[in-house]
């Protein structure tokens, strides 16, 4: 047999203590073909200590193999959590970009035997996730995307 060889997508995989926390969503790419079609990489920038620098974490999700976005699927639920409405039909997840949520980080072994975050889930934001977001950016002097206050529920 014949087969293309292709680059894999490389990100960095930080480690930090599994838990709940404040974060926001930084956008999406497209990810390589998964066992069941193809994938998109979310990626979350996770607040998980005020003293400490925010993370990037990304997130692989299905899609359908018509590469749309499937109501019933994963991606769709964080979205929402996001804030995007349920009735929608055309997602823009550009417009999305600096939406605050929460997100539920477990360790696990990567395929290198290394241990490393990711998000299980993507939760809608707390009253105090976005004052969190305020102050940790304050506190190191960042400027992040403007966010949306009424995504904050």
Same mark, same amino acid.
């Given at each position: 047999m014949k087969y293309k060889a292709t680059e894999s997508v490389e990100f960095e995989k930080p480690l930090i203590p599994e838990g709940l926390y404040p974060a926001r !969503? &930084?956008?999406?790419?497209?990810?390589?073909?998964?066992?069941?079609? +193809? *994938? &998109?990489?979310?990626? !979350?920038?996770? #607040?998980?200590?005020k003293d400490k620098k925010s993370v990037k974490i990304g997130r #692989?999700?299905?899609?359908?193999?018509?590469?749309? &976005?499937?109501?019933?699927?994963?991606?769709?639920?964080?979205?929402?959590a996001m804030g995007l409405k349920e009735n929608v039909t055309d997602i823009d997840t550009d417009a999305?970009?600096?939406? +605050?949520? *929460?997100?539920? &980080?477990?360790n696990y072994k990567d395929n290198d035997g290394k241990d490393v975050s990711g998000i299980n889930d993507v939760m809608a934001p707390a009253p105090d996730?976005?004052?969190?977001?305020?102050e940790h950016e304050k506190r190191h002097n960042l400027t992040g995307a403007k966010i949306p206050e009424e995504t904050v529920r």
């Open positions: !969503f &930084v956008g999406d790419q497209e990810g390589p073909e998964g066992e069941y079609g +193809p *994938r &998109v990489i979310a990626d !979350f920038e996770v #607040f998980y200590d #692989f999700y299905g899609l359908k193999k018509d590469g749309s &976005v499937a109501k019933k699927g994963n991606y769709f639920k964080a979205l929402v999305m970009k600096g939406h +605050p949520c *929460r997100v539920l &980080v477990k996730t976005l004052p969190f977001i305020q």
